[in-house]
Every structure is written in structure tokens, then in C-alpha cells.
């Protein structure tokens, strides 16, 4: 179980990266702001609050 709590974390900032970068794509196109919006902040959720929760999660077994 440990190996998963190493490794979901890793997995989650990567895809929070790929999704911003997405995003930033997105922005200098320039067609869908709505779709901008929704992939910079789930990857930014991604990135930020989801490794927290699993470090939290991590103490508590």
C-alpha cells in the first residue's frame, strides 16, 4: 500500500501539469475560455490539493 502512496501523488502533479498546459494551449488559442478555465484549475487542483490529501491520508493508518 505504500508504493501507491508514493506513486498516486507523482501521477496526480503530472497530469495537474499536462492539464495546465493544456489550459495555457488553450488560452493562446484563444477559441474557449470556458475550456481554459476548466483546465487550469482541475490542474491546479491536481497539482496542489490532491497530493495534500494523500500525504494526509498517509499518516492515517
Known amino acids: 500500500m505504500d508504493i501507491y502512496l508514493?506513486?498516486?501523488?507523482?501521477?496526480?502533479?503530472?497530469?495537474?501539469?499536462?492539464l495546465v498546459c493544456l489550459g495555457l494551449w488553450e488560452l493562446r488559442v484563444g477559441i474557449d475560455r470556458k475550456r481554459f478555465i476548466t483546465f487550469s484549475f482541475t490542474g491546479l487542483f491536481l497539482i496542489f490539493i490532491l497530493p495534500n490529501m494523500f500525504g494526509f491520508f498517509q499518516f492515517n493508518y
Open 6 to 18: 508514493v506513486i498516486l501523488p507523482m501521477i496526480s502533479m503530472l497530469l495537474g501539469l499536462y
